[in-house]
């Protein structure tokens, strides 16, 4: 088998969802090419970040970066275990240092804005897109929650008007909207505008998963459990998860007991 087959084998594993056999594979292949271990150690954490476990895939990239220091494939695969294990300022550290690879600069880029929203460092949001010169429709999320963040309301509100402009019924955009058009009308008024559109048929959940939250926000139990319900049709966990909240909440705790037992088996 030649190597480009090799890894579309790997890569195949991946999108059939059997992590624990592509990262077996890449193991294996790790052993068995010496030359290109440090290739293989880098898909073996790949692999395991893929099943969820953060720690191991970060074990597996830091032999991998050990290996081929250079290597900023190796880089990207410790930067995205230490992300998804919260460490946000090693993540940003190893992705800034991949922006010097022309095939990673693009998801590179778009990962340091990420650590620096969960690092809340909004000015320095502005201050890299500015840099980067980053087209307005590859920044859309990362400078509307900074503008918003700043309190600079007005820009933000703009800023996702645009964004919606592009890419409607965006839920990212509809949820940081909502939360502007409150600051700005308050929640009662944007309870009534998001509920006439979570009345359309044809409108996506997210409109009724919104409508929702502000009924939950506003005490309005019966009407968070009533937009739950609708949405859970969908069962999706994170949906069901606020469903079942939004029941024990409303003193309906039998019929929520049932649905947190669910996700817990799932």
Not at 240 to 249: H, T
Request: include cysteine; hydrophobic fraction near 50%.
């Amino acid at each position: 088998m030649a190597y480009s087959e090799t890894y579309r084998r790997f890569c195949e594993l991946l999108d059939a969802r059997e992590f624990g056999v592509a990262e077996a594979f890449a193991e294996r292949e790790s052993l068995a090419r010496p030359d290109d271990e440090a290739f293989w150690l880098t898909q073996v954490a790949v692999a395991r970040l893929r099943a969820g476990r953060g720690e191991a895939a970060a074990e597996a990239a830091e032999r991998a970066v050990a290996l081929a220091p250079a290597n900023r494939f190796a880089l990207i695969a410790r930067a995205d275990a230490g992300y998804a294990g919260g460490r946000f300022e090693d993540a940003l550290t190893d992705y800034h240092e991949a922006l010097d690879e022309p095939r990673l600069a693009a998801r590179a880029r778009r990962s340091v804005l990420q650590c620096l929203i969960r690092l809340e460092r909004w000015e320095e949001i502005l201050r890299q897109l500015d840099a980067w010169g980053m087209p307005e429709n590859e920044a859309f999320e990362a400078r509307a929650k900074a503008l918003a963040a700043l309190g600079r309301d007005a820009e933000a509100l703009a800023l996702c008007a645009r964004w919606l402009a592009a890419a409607p019924d965006n839920p990212r955009a509809l949820w940081l909207l909502a939360d502007l058009e409150i600051r700005r009308d308050g929640i009662e008024a944007v309870a009534a505008r998001v509920g006439r559109l979570a009345r359309i048929p044809s409108r996506p959940g997210v409109y009724r998963e919104i409508y929702a939250s502000l009924c939950r926000r506003m005490g309005r139990e019966a009407e968070a459990v009533a937009a739950y319900d609708r949405l859970a049709e969908a069962a999706e966990p994170r949906v069901q998860r606020k469903q079942a909240f939004a029941l024990a909440k409303s003193g309906r705790e039998a019929e929520a007991i049932p649905i947190f037992e669910q996700l817990l088996r799932d």
